[in-house]
């Protein structure tokens, strides 16, 4: 089975070549791609990526030319993969790409018809805190057990994926895909990755408390549509 790796990338220009070095032990099973989305970014990402791609078989890029969040670049990059399993993650090191090659032995064994999920590991205790409190929230709000749900990589049948609609462009894109799953029935498998330092740069939301608070306010908001369309 055919498996299309997604990364979102904004602003990652000094995080590609180890990202790309990573990726390349990804890409050399055969029937993995890793699709690099170069996520609106106003750096030097294009240059960066045109002059290393060519030394990376497996690994390409799309751009989207104007930033429009998190998840419309991971939708993006969804959209022109081709492989029967599709995933994402991030770009900043923090989660290793390789960890998806873990997730894919999930699928030899329970078959596609399930949702596929890091379960991370090694963060500070803060963050572990605002964590377990989102779970606990979104588990009460949506009837439906949502544990660690930004945990990368985050893996699914194209069937599950071209199923989705009215995805969100923002950061909720890990809670609606978590949650539709849920609501499906599919069958959740999660397997320990270690959570690292970030090689480069800053977090584009986890920055603060004042990003966390404007974090928790769009997913609330967003938690209570898909509530909303629940009783509908």
């Excluded at 963060?123 to 989102?134: H, K, N």
Aim: charged share 25%; proline share 6%.
């Amino acid at each position: 089975m055919h498996f299309s790796l997604i990364i979102p990338c904004y602003n990652e220009a000094a995080n590609l070549p180890l990202l790309l070095e990573r990726c390349r032990e990804v890409t050399r099973r055969p029937d993995v791609e890793v699709i690099l989305v170069d996520n609106g970014s106003t750096d030097n990402s294009p240059e960066v990526l045109s002059n290393l791609l060519p030394q990376y078989p497996g690994c390409r890029s799309v751009r989207v030319d104007n930033n429009q969040g998190y998840g419309f670049g991971i939708l993006f990059g969804l959209r022109a993969a081709k492989g029967e399993i599709l995933g994402w993650t991030h770009a900043d090191m923090q989660t290793d790409p390789q960890d998806a090659l873990r997730g894919l032995e999930l699928f030899d064994r329970h078959g596609l018809d399930i949702l596929v999920k890091g379960r991370r590991y090694g963060r500070p205790l803060a963050d572990v805190v605002f964590t377990m409190g989102m779970s606990i929230f979104e588990t009460l709000l949506l009837s439906k057990p949502l544990w660690d749900i930004n945990a990368q990589p985050t893996m699914f049948s194209r069937h599950f994926f071209e199923s989705w609609l009215e995805p969100p462009y923002d950061f909720s894109l890990d809670l609606y895909a978590y949650y539709q799953a849920r609501c499906k029935g599919l069958g959740i498998h999660r397997f320990p990755v270690k959570f690292g330092e970030r090689a480069h740069g800053v977090s584009h939301w986890n920055v603060n408390w004042a990003a966390k608070r404007k974090f928790i306010r769009r997913t609330v908001d967003f938690s209570l549509q898909l509530r909303k369309s629940l009783k509908t």
